[in-house]
């Protein structure tokens, strides 16, 4: 079991709170998830007390990588397993350190903004819901629909009752 950095504890608002209440030094706090996370938790939060990066803006209006330092940027391509920054995020949220969430969900964000829908199907591991042939399909028959709209169109083409059949009664 890897021990939890001070750091770790200094940024953990859920960590702060499990001593406030003292638990007992016999009882150690038992993270749920693997070491892998807890070191990289520890890595980020030990660099973070001395070098933090700025405030993230909210929602990210450039490249992540424009506003965040060499060491953050190495910290986020190390992990090339979307899975493995997916669990690393859901550890940052349940140790409750607000610094690795908003970086990791502004690392999200950036995903979306830089890549294809293709890409993110790849990234994200997805199922996608309409290929590529249907897209182009939907598009033709938009495009024939519009120009239909654009053509004059009787009451007959659109099976709508003539005005004899409305004042027969």
């Known amino acids: ?24 030094e016999n009882n150690p706090i038992k993270i749920p998830f693997p070491e892998k996370i807890i070191a990289k938790i520890n890595l980020f939060c030990e660099y973070y007390i001395s070098t933090p990066f700025s405030i993230l803006p909210m929602p990210l209006t450039t490249k992540l990588e424009n506003i965040i330092d060499n060491w953050y940027k ?24 607000t610094e690795l969430v ?12 830089e890549h294809s829908p293709q890409k993110l199907e790849e990234v994200f591991d997805l199922t996608p819901i309409i290929d590529i042939e249907e897209c182009h399909n939907v598009a033709f028959y938009a495009g024939e629909l519009e120009n239909n709209m654009n053509s004059t169109i009787d009451s007959e083409t659109l099976c709508l009752p003539s005005d004899e059949n409305e004042n027969s009664d």
């Open 102 to 113: 908003n970086l990791l969900s502004a690392w999200i964000s950036s995903l979306l903004m």
């Open 1 to 24: 079991m890897i021990p939890l950095h001070k750091n770790t504890v200094k940024l953990s608002k859920l960590l702060q709170s499990l001593l406030e209440i003292s638990v007992p």
């Open 74 to 97: 190495s910290f986020l391509n190390d992990n090339a397993d979307f899975k493995f920054n997916l669990l690393l995020i859901r550890a940052a949220h349940y140790l409750q350190i």
